[in-house]
């Protein structure tokens, strides 16, 4: 799907969603209203303020979000409203969707890209370090014995998946890098590495419910690919995940070959200090419980 139809998918179903929620939202203020009167003269007026303030902030978040995906960068007060609006829209959007016969790979998909738009739009840059690459288990040959969920280096590198080349790039560019077999696998590294970014690859399922977990640790998404079917033998193109990671590596850390690309590139973004820290901690505690 095109970058455009993605973001019109999901424009679309965030301005359907907020429409049908403050539609119940004002029903739900009219109907006791009539009633309420009975109870205190007052009483009516003060849900109908609170119903209208849960209206404002709803479309204030939505609003947010759309003019943060058209334009590209964040504005005041919305910024704060992304992992909510994200949090909240996102099941919403999904039931939307589905009422209308879209697939939830579609769905998910449009979430996927309009989320890697909102990390960019905050344009940060981190330290190598700072930086985690995550990987799912099905990107190793299924034939292969070496066991890498606990250390990645137990790869041989003969170059039958794309775990050497994974590899290759940690070493050039000294992020981190692991494999997860699953979510509590990834809740863990992320505790133990404490990136303040996640560059993951995974399919559209794992990469939406990753990027809600680990909210509001910044986490941009690549897709895998599935030439043999879900979970077996996937690939990932090394070219995109290199792509990625250009995007928020710290400039003063790249290797020189990199930077001339980059300098040619322009500059983009800031660097991220070890106090700013993205919610590595607050993602820390959160998945630990
Ligand atoms: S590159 Fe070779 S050794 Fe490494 S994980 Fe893939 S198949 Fe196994």
Redesign the pocket.
């Known amino acids: 799907m095109q970058d455009k139809a993605r973001k019109r998918l999901f424009i679309g179903l965030i301005s359907g969603t907020n429409f049908l929620i403050c539609v119940l939202l004002a029903l739900l203020w009219v109907v006791p209203y009539v009633g309420l009167t009975n109870i205190h003269p007052y009483a009516g007026w003060v849900l109908g303020a609170a119903v209208g303030a849960l209206i404002v902030f709803l479309s204030w978040s939505s609003l947010g979000l759309v003019l943060n995906v058209l334009l590209g960068r964040t504005f005041p007060f919305a910024r704060r409203f992304r992992g909510m609006s994200i949090k909240l829209f996102l099941p919403l959007i999904t039931l939307l969707g589905r009422l209308l016969g879209m697939s939830k790979e579609k769905i998910r998909s449009s979430f996927i890209n309009v989320n890697n738009e909102l990390v960019l739009s905050e344009a940060a840059r981190y330290r190598p370090e700072e930086i985690l690459l995550l990987m799912p288990h099905c990107l190793?040959?299924s034939?292969?014995d070496?066991r890498?969920t606990y250390n990645i280096h137990n790869?041989?590198?003969?170059?039958?998946?794309?775990?050497?080349g994974l590899l290759d790039l940690q070493e050039k560019y000294g992020v981190h890098l692991a494999i997860a077999t699953g979510g509590t696998i990834a809740r863990r590294i992320v505790v133990q590495t404490r990136p303040k970014m996640i560059v993951a690859v995974a399919c559209e399922r794992d990469l939406s419910s990753g990027i809600q977990d680990v909210y509001p640790l910044p986490a941009y998404g690549v897709l895998n690919m599935r030439p043999h079917g879900p979970c077996l033998d996937t690939q990932v193109a090394l070219q995109d995940v290199e792509e990625a990671l250009l995007k928020f590596l710290d400039p003063a850390f790249l290797p020189s070959e990199t930077e001339d690309r980059e300098a040619k590139a322009g500059p983009r973004g800031r660097v991220v200090s070890s106090g700013q820290a993205a919610g590595a901690e607050a993602v820390g505690d959160g998945a630990a419980g």
């Open positions: 190793q040959n034939r292969c070496r890498l790869c041989k590198r003969c170059g039958k998946c794309p775990i050497a």
